[in-house]
């Protein structure tokens, strides 16, 4: 007879039970709200339009019209824009933080890591609309940079350096690079540095074992840095907004213009439900990925 009682074998479900009441409360909830009013028809003056004849309208297609309205040229560009602007800002993100993490995880004496720990994480202690304006002094015309890059003889007339995608870039970069630091670091602390040793020791040399060792071992920090960047990035509208101006759109200042100007809450809600896809598969990648590697770390 087995010693479990009805009672042990539900507690595990009554641990979770809190977790999926607000996950379903905050996320499923609002996700599954979103699609239903995708769905639907922008009222005259805003707001939904009523269907008279439901069916009818499922039938005739007319129910994913929103969608259609998606792929547009002009907000095919826009979802471009933001692909590769993302794409950038995490290989920036990468090539930045990864010499940043390899030194503060293995170069650094143990009695500076903690320090070196807090100034990667110090900008979290500010709010990011106060950074992101913080950069708006330092960009524009009258900022800091061009206040002092003509007393050194460079330039002979301020520099344009705001409201375009060069200052969207420095500002996703900036914003990003905590989220691309700490994987790293947390893969690269894990790092046997005996076996760079016995690289060595077989002859190969640093940049060898660099990609042939080092990379390969902290690729889960990479993978997880990765995403933490991607997925933000991809759907950042404050620093696009602030330090791109209109020239820079991207498709979650769409997704706002569509619901705080346009009050056309069905389209807005089938461009978010489209972002929210896309992130939930790079989610999903991420999870089998993972799955993978444990699976054959076991082996």
Known sequence: MSDRSPRSSKSPYLLIAPTWLVLGLFFLLPL?????????????YGGLKPIDDLWQHVLSGQFLANYRQTF????????????????VTTVLCLLISYPVAYYIAVVAPARRKNLLLALVVIPFWTSFLIRTYAWMLVL???????????????IDAPLNLLYNEMAV???????????????????????????LE????LGAHH????WRVTVPLTMPGIVA?????FIPSIGQFVVSDLLGGAK???AGNLIQNQFAIARNKPFGSAVAFELTAVVLVLLLAYAWYTKRKGQEAML
């Open 207 to 210: 940049m060898s074992t660099f």
């Open 32 to 44: 599954l709200i979103m699609l239903v009013i995708s769905f639907g028809q922008r009222g005259t």
């Open 225 to 229: 840095g990765i995403v933490l960047v």
């Open 72 to 87: 547009d040229p002009l907000y095919m560009q826009i979802y471009w824009r933001s692909l590769w602007m993302a794409v």
């Open 248 to 250: 820079s759109m991207l």
């Open 169 to 195: 870039m420095i500002g996703l970069v900036y914003g990003e690079l905590p989220f691309m630091i700490l994987p790293l670091y947390a893969s690269l602390e894990k790092l046997d540095l005996t076996l």
């Open 140 to 154: 524009r015309t009258e900022g800091l940079v061009n206040t002092l890059l003509p007393g050194t003889g460079l």
């Open 198 to 201: 016995a690289s060595g020791d």
